[in-house]
């Protein structure tokens, strides 16, 4: 009887254990308070970057400012730091497994072509009425899905051609006519590559290599858009007709030539730009610290590089995009207190700070930004404000951005018909799936 | 409702051990055997807190995976999940029907598995036999052979980008130019990519190998081959008559490993080429459909079929070359 006692003792011991051990994990489910032990309304922000990196340092910057201003209001705004250690997926996979466990923070900062998808299953909220329309204009892009307002930018980005100021020279070009708000044309922008190629020299890194993340995607989509071509209908859920469509595979069929014609390839090494041996490079904003630090032999100064805006066709585009902040759908009903810390960041001074950290362009019209006339900051503010255009808007982004990169990965050895027929098909097949969700 | 399932599942499972420590301590009572109940409560409340985190860490998820594959689970939305049958394994065969990137990652997943498995235990096993005796400097060949494997795959797949480079200052193709070969775009080629990496994974994996078989080489008795020598068998018959035999077992736990090794491959096409028809795998694109396009439901689905296929192909694996009794 006392063995047997002692036995069933053991196994409620053991049965407590377990129980305390998947009861940690189970917590989870449980909510955790918005108001502190001194009364005030906490709000959480996630953000998508090191808390020890530049940009970290800026935000966690504002957010002490926030809670200085705000102290009398009783509102704190709590930041988290996400580092995407491997990439944005495993960010967006512990925003999703927070909105899981009912944890997701109030405010969240997500990569803008996330805005679809995200807005269509209501992870983010409609900030449409939160947002002041003084305030919306400021910006020179926002995140919109089917006329509502999702998101507002921290900051811009645009990219051009970097060029090499010693061989284009060499080549016999004068590039100094082609300006952000007077862009060159792609028939010019072949006859500089064909000048530069009869001089011996590669004429341009288009960064056809970039196809193994979204490089590729971001810095070659504003030649489909300045060919006339899109890539999905208006809603985002028809990508047939718009992807394949003839403007499409016009400014397809330019990329292609550039490879067929020999101006660019698939093969440039990724510092043959900076150790002189190619003409251009086609790149973001942040290539400029890289050349006025890094590779000084090659650009001693500024008079030894400059920066060419993106070529136009039927109409002008450029690249945009960067990281944004949304509101989110999480238990916290009332998005009063959170709209003002939302608004707090984006303030033209958060803008500055953070911008002036991470050297990316103010997404803010109004922010004072003292580039010089004609420098490659001031070329790729004014292509931005005037030419920019955003990635589609879809749902299915992750399958458009995929395709986008197979069809500039198979461009030099396949059909282009062939090729955008399927591609274009495979995002559409997506896209239903979707659709059928709705 | 996420967590109700969890409570459920976790409860049933712990239900389930609490039922094999209660017969264990019934049928220790009946057989009399030497150690009471306090001894086999006491050895199972040591093993309840690996137990309990292997329920939770493996057989949680295996078994929500198995529960996935039936649901039209999509990331972005689990409150909407909704069971639907057998549609996804439909769509799946489907997709194989049509040649879509399913029907490609299974021939690439086949290709890799047809390449890496003779290759790398072919070189696992030479490179054993080369550094199995003991003259000097075998420890430095043992070491370098080891080497690759304790490098992260993510080191050696931009290792072997930067050597298969397409420029003219690849290493590989540096090494072309000097016989005056253009250069090539090993990766991007359609045909050849899949062997590169083939190539790369045998390299990176066969000293993990090579050391099992050095053990394996170890336990062969010496006078096994001294007797062979006397009655005049050469090196070569040494190796077939007597090695291999006596390899069996080391080979049947190879064979089996590097299989299932294999068969999951998804971290080299993924930083070597991203998501391409002619490198993606089944692990690959089980990734990409729950992940990058949020399709858990689907990629559950595959990876049931997955599961099913590679049990059945161990299991005729392990009767073909089981050692006989």
């Known amino acids: 009887m006392k063995k047997i006692f002692k036995a069933i003792s053991s196994l409620a011991l053991t049965a407590m254990l377990a129980c305390s051990v998947i009861g940690a994990v189970g917590c989870g489910g449980s909510t955790t308070s918005d108001v502190d032990e001194e009364g005030n309304t906490v709000i959480k922000i996630a953000f998508h970057v090191d808390k020890e990196s530049a940009e970290g340092k800026a935000y966690a910057k504002r957010i002490s400012a926030f809670n200085t201003a705000y102290k009398d209001q009783k509102i704190k705004a709590s930041a988290s730091y996400i580092a995407r250690s491997a990439g944005a997926t495993d960010y967006e996979t512990t925003l999703i497994n927070q909105q899981n466990s009912n944890k997701l923070a109030d405010i969240i900062t997500f990569d803008a072509p996330n805005c679809a998808s995200y807005a269509q299953s209501k992870l983010i909220y409609d900030i449409s009425n939160i947002v002041p329309s003084s305030v919306k204009s400021d910006f020179i892009t926002v995140n919109e899905y089917q006329g509502k307002l999702y998101g507002l930018p921290i900051q811009e980005s645009s990219a051009g051609f970097f060029y090499n100021k010693a061989l284009f020279a060499q080549a016999g070009i004068d590039a100094s006519g082609y300006t952000a708000e007077n862009p060159w044309t792609f028939a010019q922008f072949k006859e500089v590559c064909g000048k530069l190629k009869s001089a011996g020299i590669t004429p341009v890194d288009m960064r056809m290599d970039a196809t193994q993340d979204e490089m590729a995607t971001y810095l070659l989509y504003p030649f489909i858009y300045a060919a006339g071509g899109s890539f999905v209908s208006e809603d985002g859920y028809t990508a047939t007709g718009y992807f394949n469509s003839q403007e499409s595979k016009k400014g397809f069929q330019f990329l292609k030539d550039l490879v067929t014609e020999g101006y660019t390839s698939y093969a440039i090494g990724a510092t043959d730009f900076f150790t002189g041996s190619v003409g251009m490079y086609l790149s973001s904003g942040w290539t400029i610290p890289d050349i006025d630090s890094k590779y000084t032999s090659t650009f001693p100064d500024r008079n030894s590089w400059g920066l060419l805006p993106y070529p136009q066709d039927v109409q002008k585009a450029s690249a945009t995009g960067s990281w944004s902040y949304a509101i989110t759908n999480n238990h916290h009903k009332d998005k009063s207190k959170i709209k003002e810390l939302l608004l707090w960041m984006v303030t033209p001074e958060s803008s500055k700070v953070i911008t002036d950290a991470t050297g990316m362009i103010p997404a803010r019209r109004s922010v004072e930004t003292n580039y010089e006339a004609g420098s490659p900051e001031d070329v790729l503010m004014k292509q931005l404000q005037s030419t920019g255009v955003q990635r589609p808007v879809t749902v299915g982004y992750p399958a458009f951005s995929s395709n986008f990169r197979s069809v500039i990965y198979g461009l030099g050895d396949n059909d282009l018909t062939t090729l955008l027929n399927a591609r274009a098909n495979d995002i559409q097949d997506r896209l239903d799936v979707l659709a059928s969700r709705n | ?325």
Not at chain 2, 21 to 30: E, F, H, L, P, Q
Not at chain 2, 189 to 218: D, P, R, T
Request: some cysteine.
């Open chain 2, 1 to 325: 409702m996420l967590w109700l399932i969890t409570g459920i599942v976790a409860a049933a499972l712990f239900a389930a051990l609490m039922a094999v420590v209660i017969k264990d301590i019934v049928v220790a009572k009946k057989k009399k055997v030497r150690y009471g109940v306090r001894e086999s409560v006491s050895a199972y409340l040591l093993l309840a807190p690996a137990t309990i985190l292997a329920l939770i860490f493996v057989m949680l998820p295996i078994v929500y995976s198995l529960g996935y594959a039936f649901t039209d689970y999509y990331l972005l939305e689990p409150d909407y999940m909704q069971f639907i049958g057998f549609e996804n394994f439909i769509k799946i065969f489907e997709s194989i029907g049509k040649q879509g990137m399913i029907y490609h990652a299974i021939i690439n997943t086949l290709k890799f598995v047809v390449g890496v498995v003779p290759l790398q235990i072919g070189l696992a096993l030479g490179l054993a036999l080369f550094v199995n005796n003991k003259r000097k400097g075998t420890g430095i060949f043992k070491v370098c052979y080891f080497a690759p494997v304790v490098i992260s795959l993510t080191i050696t797949a931009q290792l072997w980008l930067q050597i298969l480079s397409p420029s003219e200052t690849g290493l590989l193709n540096s090494i072309l130019g000097w016989f005056g070969v253009p250069p090539q775009d090993f990766i991007r080629n359609e045909e050849g990519a899949i062997w590169w990496i083939v190539l790369l994974s045998a390299w990176q994996g066969c000293g993990y190998q090579m050391l099992i078989f050095l053990s394996g080489l170890s336990n062969i008795r010496q006078d096994l081959y001294e007797a062979a020598s006397l009655d005049g068998a050469n090196k070569w018959q040494q190796f077939l008559h007597i090695t291999v035999p006596a390899l069996r077992s080391t080979f049947l736990f190879i064979v089996i490993t590097v299989f299932v090794g294999a068969s999951r491959v998804m971290v080299q096409p993924m930083l070597m080429t991203d998501e391409k028809p002619h490198t993606i795998t089944i692990s690959y694109w089980m990734y990409l459909e729950g992940y990058r396009y949020r399709e858990v439901g689907y990629s559950a689905a595959m990876a049931l079929l997955m599961t099913i296929v590679m049990g059945a192909i161990t299991l005729v694996q392990r009767t073909v070359l089981r050692e006989k009794d």
